[in-house]
Structure formats: structure tokens, C-alpha cells
């Protein structure tokens, strides 16, 4: 299925692939760019059918548009909340309200996606600069959102899980996993998915690798399917 959405002058089309009728765990992208990511829910979906639902536009991470001749830009992974929206389009260079307006409509749209789902598992991917699960330990540039870490030393820093459940941190982590528990009271509102999520109580996994570890994210899929 495929829905076709505005956001100001730009088309962005929210795809949608199934899994088993009664399966209740959505994988969902909303970086176009993070191949990789992608990739290996498709990989794994030849193994076992699942739900998946992304962005198509122009293979960017941001979203750009023009309203009212002006243009506005915005990280599709900030749009969840209101002071999400507002905060991404003042960092895409312009702010107002009838454009937070036109991206909260679309924010609503792919939010119903979620509707009687069990679980979201997030894809994303990551670079080898700066963002890591290092970033989450203490004194990092994610420690707020930190309610606990566990490291893997032999694992590669830029593979890694971050959840809003308890359970399921315990679980990975006694799998062995690098993986972070968000702090579902103190976490910084950026408007992400992850934040929505953990506001409205609907268990969320982010699934996040390095580019080009296509093996590891694909392992990872496995890890946590196999936990829930
Ligand atoms: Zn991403």
C-alpha cells in the first residue's frame, strides 16, 4: 500500500509492506538515506514476512518544502511531538506556524501506523564520527536520555539497540548486546519517535548500526525478534 502525502509543495509517500495477518510488530524508516537499514528488513523479510512501513521522497534524511514561497526543512525523526516541530524547522532555517501545522498533519498520518501495534522497531543507521552508545554514557552527548547502558567492549560502538522497556534492555543485555534504556521521565523532548513512544507507552526498539554493516544490523533484527 501506498499513501501519497503533502507537506507544503513536497510529495512524500508513506509505503506500506505486510508481514502475517496477525503479527503485531512494526519495522518502520524515516531516514531514506540509511540504506542499510532498510535493506536488511527486506533481507529479513524473506525469512519471515513483517510489517514495514517507510518514507519514500528523495532519498535524503531531511524533508525540504515550500509553503506559502518560503522554504522550510525538516528531520522526519523530530516531527513527533510539538516542540519537536518547532525546534526542526528552526535547525532547517525557518519556523511558522502554518508550516508546523502542514508537518503535523503529516505526523499524524504515519502515527496511525501505529495503531495496534505491539511493538515499533525503528531502523536506523548511523556514521563512523561522533554518534555512538558512547554517547549515552555518562557525560555524553545522550546521558540525559540515559536510564541505563550496557556495553559491549567487543562490539562495534556504532552497532547497537536502544529501548524504552525494561524488559527487553534486560534481555539483550543478557544476550550480550550493546544496548541503551531510555529514560522515559527525563528524556530530552527532540520530537523522535522514541520520545513519542515513550510519552504514550508503546514499547519502542530502535534498531541502529553503522552504514554498510549490513551482517550486524541483520543479527541485530534477529536478536531482538528473537526476545519478543
Ligand atoms: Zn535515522
Do not use: W
Amino acid at each position: 500500500m501506498m499513501k501519497t502525502l503533502k507537506i507544503g509543495d513536497a510529495t512524500v509517500q508513506i509505503l506500506k509492506e505486510y508481514g502475517n495477518v496477525n503479527d503485531s510488530i512494526l519495522f518502520i524508516n524515516v531516514h531514506e538515506d540509511e540504506t542499510t537499514s532498510i535493506e536488511t528488513v527486506y533481507e529479513y523479510a524473506k525469512i519471515s514476512p513483517v510489517h514495514f512501513v517507510r518514507l519514500k521522497h528523495k532519498e535524503t534524511r531531511r524533508i525540504d518544502f515550500n509553503l506559502r514561497n518560503k522554504a522550510y526543512s525538516i528531520d522526519p525523526n523530530r516531527i513527533f511531538t510539538k516542540k519537536g516541530r518547532r525546534k526542526t524547522l528552526r535547525d532547517g532555517g525557518k519556523f511558522s506556524f502554518k508550516a508546523a501545522k502542514s508537518v503535523k498533519v503529516f505526523a499524524d498520518s504515519l502515527l496511525l501506523h501505529l495503531n495496534d501495534v505491539t511493538v515499533v522497531i525503528a531502523m536506523h543507521n548511523n556514521t563512523d564520527v561522533n554518534y555512538s552508545i558512547k554517547s549515552y554514557l555518562p557525560g555524553g552527548d545522550e546521558a540525559k536520555n540515559t536510564d541505563q547502558v550496557y556495553v559491549n567492549p567487543e562490539m562495534d560502538p556504532d552497532d547497537f539497540i536502544y529501548t524504552t522497556e525494561l524488559d527487553f534492555y534486560l534481555k539483550l543485555k543478557d544476550k550480550n548486546i550493546n544496548v541503551i534504556l531510555q529514560d522515559n521521565k527525563r528524556f530530552v523532548n527532540d520530537g523522535s519517535l522514541s520520545v513519542y513512544c515513550g510519552v504514550n507507552g508503546i514499547p519502542y526498539i530502535n534498531i541502529e548500526a553503522q552504514k554498510g554493516h549490513f551482517e550486524e544490523q541483520l543479527e541485530l533484527i534477529k536478536a531482538v525478534l528473537s526476545i519478543l
